[in-house]
């Protein structure tokens, strides 16, 4: 029964972020399907911050009527939602409307929100429920959870990307064709499964974690023990994806129920202006990872190439779960150290983001090391400040439970504060230009 119990635990937990995740994972596709192009990843970020409406909402309830949500009613419903958005993404996601004089994808987007809607609210329902479970159990769930981050990635490179190539083109009329005019077109090649397929995979992993909560809920009715143990796990509740960034419960760094369970293992004596730097880090990191970077991640990387973007995505989509297992095992609490790795991931950053300011001419291109560098950039600026968000949550866990309550705070604040800054640099002053691999004439 115990092994049942893990394996259903894990499950559950992979329908808390794949969904988002793999919206971001399969951008490199969509971004040559749909009319935004390469501005589709800021309207994601700022989508995905109007889904944190969700755990608002979750959290005045259990502010004006505690006791009063039926929780297990909400997760039936999210996962309901959940796997019905994932059914009508394969079949809906490249439909567009005309919007202002201009093709939108707005069933993308509408479909878009309420996945973000069901990710974002599994944050202040999932965990709450768990808790129900002996404590022997949360490990599993939080596996389970990073799961969500990693398997949409690797489903994303077997599914591999489109490769561009150039092929002779005219423009002109039937009645004149020695008018016509030749020039070169990008045509991309199929991948090895379409987006179609990747919605339905994804739908598929919804489905197990419906079919895996049905199963708990009938295995397990609520009790009176609230045994969850403090550790790293549950600071990296939600990281896996620039949505995973508000939380009126545990606020995305440990859980308020959790925080009362057993005394914390450190008596921290942090400064005010200790204090200051770690939320200053929070702030930073969350505004980096979660709304200025992924706004341009298409700038920076397709003038290398679809390849160098489906790989900068995917690879990146998995550091996060990668950078919360290191820091379950090896954990740094300085922070000096801290502030060293928040500078290294800054730099990182500040490097994809001037290769997103020299679009369509970055450094390097039309070279395989311009790819390698621009992969292992995002790979490193999204790993090193993942350790970073995970250990600052683990240092203000065991401070005290105002301080979780700050952290929320300013982890939205940075993750609103990015996007919602970056949109109009990117949509409406257009500061970030697009190209074309076989039209875009860059100096040598």
């Known amino acids: 029964m115990a092994l049942l119990v893990h394996v259903l635990a894990c499950a559950f937990g992979l329908g808390s972020w794949v ?15 749909l009319p935004e192009g390469w501005d589709l990843p800021s309207y994601l970020t700022v989508i995905i911050q109007m889904a944190n409406l969700g755990p608002l909402l979750i959290t005045l309830t259990h502010k004006v009527g505690p006791g009063r949500l039926n929780e297990r009613a909400v997760i039936y419903a999210l996962l309901s939602v959940g796997v019905l958005s994932c059914v009508l ?42 808790m129900q479970l002996p404590a022997k159990y949360i490990t599993t769930y939080f596996i389970g959870e990073g799961l969500s981050g990693f398997i949409p990635g690797v489903v994303a490179l077997a599914q591999g990307v489109g490769v561009a190539k150039c092929v002779n083109a005219t423009q002109g009329t039937e009645e004149n064709h020695s008018s016509d005019m030749w020039f070169l077109q990008t045509v991309y090649l199929p991948p090895n ?20 909560f049905v199963i708990l809920n009938r295995l397990h009715r609520p009790s009176d023990e609230n045994l969850i143990e403090t550790s790293a ?33 450190v008596n921290p004596t942090h400064s005010v202006y200790q204090l200051t730097f770690i939320y200053f880090l929070v702030v930073w990191a969350n505004g980096a990872t979660n709304g200025v970077l992924p706004s341009v991640q298409t700038y920076s990387c397709m003038p290398y190439g679809n390849l160098a ?3 900068s995505a995917a690879l990146a989509s998995v550091a996060n779960p990668v950078a919360c297992t290191i820091a379950m095992f090896f954990q740094n609490r300085s922070l000096v150290f801290l502030g060293v ?36 950039s995002w790979l490193l600026f999204t790993g090193t400040l993942s350790y970073v968000k995970v250990m600052v949550g683990v240092i203000l ?4 439970r105002s301080a979780l309550v700050w952290c929320g705070a300013a982890v939205q604040a940075g993750s609103l504060v990015g996007s919602v800054v970056m949109f109009p640099l990117v949509n409406v002053l257009m500061l970030f230009k697009a190209g074309d691999i076989c039209n875009t004439k860059c100096p040598l």
């Open 341 to 376: 790795l928040v500078l290294l991931g800054t730099g990182f950053g500040g490097y994809n983001m001037a290769m997103a300011a020299m679009s369509p001419c970055p450094l390097l291109q039309g070279y395989v090391a311009g790819e390698v560098i621009i992969v292992l």
């Open 89 to 130: 993404l394969a079949f809906f996601w490249d439909r567009t409307s005309v919007v202002a004089g201009a093709p939108h994808s707005t069933a993308f987007f509408i479909i878009t929100f309420f996945l973000s809607l069901v990710d974002c609210t599994s944050s202040v329902t999932f965990l709450p429920f768990m």
């Open 19 to 33: 969904a988002v995740n793999g919206l971001w994972v399969e951008l490199p596709l969509m971004v040559n399907a």
């Open 193 to 212: 499964f379409s987006t179609e397929v990747f919605f339905i995979i994804l739908t598929a992993m919804m489905c197990v974690s419906l079919a895996a």
């Open 309 to 311: 973007y489906h790989l």
């Open 233 to 265: 796990e549950s600071v990296c509740s939600g990281l896996d994806n620039p949505a995973a960034e508000i939380d009126g419960i545990d606020l995305k760094c440990q859980n308020e129920e959790g925080s009362h369970t057993r005394p914390s293992l």
């Open 397 to 400: 866990r065991d401070h005290s």
